[in-house]
């Protein structure tokens, strides 16, 4: 049977002929056509099965595309495999030009070594050099080449029931020792019950608590029991389906982009979220991902997985069959860990100290960088970005009152030694600012200013004469009198006790009346002198309101 593709495109004659010759083979008047190996092929066969692809077309009739290739199966043994860990003899004592620098073996270079990587190589030190490893040739068919399970031991499979095996006996153990020990199970209870049952005619056979009954009970309540995977009313025998509200828009009708967030029909599931440039704290849907994590779900699985856990130890702990108790075990689990990790930090503080370490440095130290962005100028200054932030105490700043435009302790008068505002030179704190005219005030009444008036005012010739020298000391001594801390009492001041105790007496009888005691001696003042008595009687008695150190309370610990 000749191939379609070697006859090429025919005439109509041509093709005429080549159906009659088909017709005759098929009829048994013609010969049938034979192969390369010299066998008759069967004329009834199909066209698409008889036809040559063009990759394989011979211009011959042929069917050698439909047998199965001949190549050699021998090397399809499971046992012809790579021998594992396999040494080629023992290790060499020095290193040889070629090998690996790091282990010293010949089988491989330093980028392929599987080795440890050490600190200084087997060609620097010669020591501890490896031996070289067995570089096997196994020749593997088409077969053998894509199985999976080439070259694997079933011996070792032998460990994983053993390890079940284990489990399950210890599981058991525990079971039956926790059985053990509980004492809620009255044994004499039971054996009245059963032997009440026993008098009543009740067959022997019929064992207390026998399996039937346990059949019967678990069959009673499989009937009232829902079906998994759906929402079941046994009662009514109605199924309610898990269906979406059809006001609401499908999962796959929210961004119709198909290159978006992939959507699985079957399950009904969009893992991602459809709307990138939208925060999932804003959008309509963010995806089942930020759903399974948002709200008490992270609890649920925390949960979920302590209960395994527990499970698997061997404890009586499932949160479908009793919720309220994996709840309350998962709290008290908590609570032990959190005590037992502080034990821990406290025992291993006080047996090695350095409690001083587990203050952490900030964030921008520790890895000495920060999202922050900041640009520089070639000399190292900032020009955009965060300033620097001056540095603010706990008290108020900048606050000015009583009209003021500086603050206190703006100004020092280096004569008097005393602090006051910059702006109009008081030195009383809390008093109304005066400006300018407080200014020239406090310079008129300063000393330096008097003596230097009362220097100017005197009458003193151009010309200096040494008569004046007793003029100068005479108005020098004249200011000091004035101004001397004997006169304002703030020197050594003799005081005579019964001026002093007749003071203090009309200083109480004042102090009863609500007399304001600074109007009174002001008024004395301009027709004369104070007494150094009721000076010290009035500071006896008078309220200390400027002490700012009066109404301290500390509130701290």
Request: with cysteine; charged share 35%; aromatic share 8%.
């Amino acid at each position: 049977m000749a191939s379609a593709s070697a006859t090429g495109k025919l005439s109509r004659e041509e093709f005429r002929r080549q159906k009659d010759l088909d017709a005759a083979r098929k009829a048994g008047t013609a010969p049938a056509a034979l192969d390369e190996e010299g066998k008759a092929i069967n004329p009834h066969i199909p066209q698409y099965i008889a036809q040559v692809p063009w990759y394989l077309d011979t211009g011959a009739p042929t069917l050698s595309h439909q047998r199965m290739l001949d190549y050699d199966r021998s090397a399809d043994k499971f046992d012809n495999w790579y021998e594992r860990g396999a040494k080629a003899g023992p290790a060499a004592k020095k290193y040889r030009k070629g090998a690996c620098e790091n282990c010293g073996a010949m089988t491989h270079k330093k980028q392929d070594c599987l080795e440890r990587p050490r600190r200084r190589g087997a060609k620097f030190t010669n020591k501890n050099i490896l031996p070289d490893e067995v570089v096997q040739d196994v020749a593997t068919g088409y077969d053998a080449k894509r199985d999976r399970w080439n070259g694997y031991d079933p011996e070792e499979h032998k460990h994983v029931y053993e390890e079940y095996a284990a489990v399950e006996a210890a599981r058991q153990k525990l079971r039956e020792e926790q059985i053990d020990k509980q004492t809620t199970t009255d044994l004499a209870a039971v054996r009245k019950v059963a032997h009440a049952v026993k008098e009543k005619g009740e067959d022997q056979d019929d064992d207390f608590g026998s399996s039937s009954e346990e059949d019967e009970d678990q069959d009673k309540y499989a009937e009232a029991a829902d079906a998994v995977g759906q929402k079941l009313d046994t009662k009514t025998r109605i199924t309610v389906r898990n269906l979406r509200i059809r006001e609401d828009t499908a999962k796959y009708l929210i961004n119709l982009d198909p290159e978006s967030a992939y959507y699985d029909p079957k399950t009904r599931a969009m893992r991602d979220n459809p709307l990138k440039n939208v925060p999932p704290e804003e959008a309509i849907f963010a995806g089942d991902n930020f759903l399974r994590s948002s709200g008490e779900a992270p609890e649920v699985q925390q949960l979920q997985l302590f209960a395994w856990t527990a499970a698997a130890r061997g404890n009586d702990v499932h949160m479908n069959a009793n919720p309220t108790q994996g709840q309350l075990l998962h709290q008290e689990f908590q609570q032990k860990k959190e005590q037992l990790k502080d034990l821990t930090k406290d025992s291993i503080l006080s047996k090695y100290g350095g409690e001083e370490y587990l203050e952490k440095a900030p964030k921008e130290l520790l890895q000495g960088q920060t999202e922050e962005y900041l640009e520089f100028s070639r000399t190292g200054q900032v020009i955009k970005g965060k300033e620097r932030t001056l540095a603010r105490s706990k008290y108020a700043e900048d606050v000015y009152v009583n009209n003021h435009t500086e603050i206190w302790g703006s100004w020092y008068d280096q004569t008097s030694g005393q602090w006051g505002y910059g702006c109009c030179h008081s030195s009383v704190h809390l008093s109304y600012c005066t400006g300018q005219a407080g200014i020239e005030a406090a310079r008129a009444s300063s000393a330096m200013n008097l003596l230097a008036s009362a220097t100017s005012n005197s009458a003193s010739p151009p010309p200096p004469e040494p008569v004046q020298d007793d003029r100068i000391e005479d108005r020098k001594k004249k200011a000091e009198e004035l101004f001397s801390k004997k006169r304002l009492g703030e020197g050594e001041v003799s005081l005579d006790k019964d001026r002093l105790a007749q003071a203090i007496g009309e200083e109480r009888k004042r102090k009863a009346r609500g007399e304001d005691g600074d109007d009174r001696y002001g008024k004395r003042q301009k027709g004369g002198e104070v007494t150094q008595e009721e000076l010290e009687a009035y500071r006896m008695h008078r309220r200390m309101t400027e002490d700012p150190m009066a109404n301290y309370v500390d509130t701290e610990d």
